[in-house]
């Protein structure tokens, strides 16, 4: 994994753990493919509000239709770079 992408999980991970006030967690234990849903209990609201916090970091948007690729910070991070290449 390259340095760029690795800075791009852990500052997922950083604003994930934030969001969800999840306590004696920090970003360098994060496990990037931990499934938000099934496996933290993350609801609709949550991700909603997490979002919200990615797409003003990243200057980007995130469709609502889109959500369901966002499982685990990895597969978040493969989106966000996608999306910024996009805007190139």
Known sequence: MNKEKET??????EIVIAELKLQDITPDIFD?????VDELGVDSM?????????????????????????????????YIEQRLRSQR
């Open 8 to 13: 791009l999980i852990i500052r997922i991970a």
């Open 46 to 78: 949550d991700l909603a509000t997490v979002v919200l916090v990615l797409q003003d970091e990243y200057g980007i948007t995130i469709d609502e239709d889109d959500y369901p690729k966002l499982r685990n910070v990895r597969l978040i991070a493969d």
């Open 32 to 36: 990037p493919d931990l499934d938000l």
